[in-house]
């Protein structure tokens, strides 16, 4: 009777104890920010979150509170594109979860190496911006000890093609970090993932072009296929279906978004795809998404 009146006494005190935020998303803008809204969309979709997901475009109200996010979270999450160590606020955050213990996990990207991190001695001329960290409390030696922690941390790698499933399994993992569900569980959640994403299929009428090789352009792919996935709940065959690499417009396609990227011209699924989309007369929407693109 005693077990049964305090259990739900002690689950009260661990929701008062709990952090506000479930992962703070630490990345580049330019390198993942895309990406970091998709891995975003993904976590929050799931029952097994537990409080936000910090993503500074949505709760970054107050600069000067930046790096006291860090702490509010139960996780780091490091998106490790190819320049997150060249940005002295990612380099703050990273420091501020290796001075407050917090858990980071690292997101590997195809271009992100550990093993590129030297110079650690001579930081401050690699990041001239970093001396900026001063003001907020971050110094030269806590970061030289964070840059030498980082590789001691849980990592997973991201790989491409960024295929539908593969953002579900990162998020599925990320919320598993600490439990070992049955196997059955593991398949339901997954699948339920993998679904999220789905697109419109082999058949479906309509596509988005991306390029292929970049990771940010097809994270804007799959952001807009999961938007249009629930204006056309009732009509699947209307939510695109996005072309990965050696993936071909079928003869049915007649609408297709165009994600205009850096050098997306550059790759050649892309020029080969829109020659066959002009081909079979397709109507377009292009939707510019960097400030690189020409």
Wanted: glycine share 4%; aromatic share 6%; charged share 20%.
């Amino acid at each position: 009777v005693i077990r049964f009146l305090v259990a739900p006494l002690d689950e009260q005190a661990k929701l008062r104890n709990q952090k506000p935020y479930h992962f703070f998303l630490c990345h580049h803008k330019v390198g993942a920010g895309s990406f970091a809204r998709l891995l975003k969309m993904r976590l929050k979709s799931t029952r097994r979150i537990v409080g936000d997901v910090w993503l500074d475009s949505d709760n970054l109200t107050d600069m000067s509170l930046l790096l006291t996010y860090v702490q509010q979270a139960q996780i780091c999450v490091a998106l490790c594109s190819e320049q997150l160590l060249m940005r002295p606020w990612c380099v703050g955050e990273l420091t501020t979860a290796y001075l407050s213990k917090t858990e980071t996990v690292l997101i590997k990207f195809p271009n992100f190496s550990l093993a590129k991190i030297d110079g650690i001695d001579n930081f401050e001329a690699i990041v001239p911006d970093v001396n900026k960290l001063l003001a907020h409390g971050i110094d030269m030696p806590s970061i030289r000890a964070m840059l030498l922690w980082l590789p001691d941390n849980r990592e997973i790698s991201l790989e491409l093609p960024l295929a539908h499933g593969s953002v579900a399994n990162l998020a599925w993992k990320l919320l598993n970090l600490h439990d070992r569900p049955s196997a059955s569980h593991n398949r339901s959640e997954r699948d339920s993932s993998t679904g999220y994403f789905s697109g419109g299929g082999v058949h479906a009428k309509r596509a988005i072009i991306a390029d292929p090789s970049s990771i940010e352009a097809l994270a804007n792919a799959w952001i807009v296929a999961t938007l249009l996935s629930t204006s056309y709940a009732t009509e699947p065959e209307k939510v695109p279906e996005v072309l990965l690499a050696g993936a071909t417009l079928e003869t049915e396609t007649d609408k297709v978004v165009i994600i205009c990227s850096e050098n997306c011209f550059e790759n050649a699924d892309v020029i080969n795809n829109l020659v066959v989309g002009s081909s079979i007369g397709m109507q377009s929407l292009p939707i510019i998404t960097q400030e690189e693109f020409r």
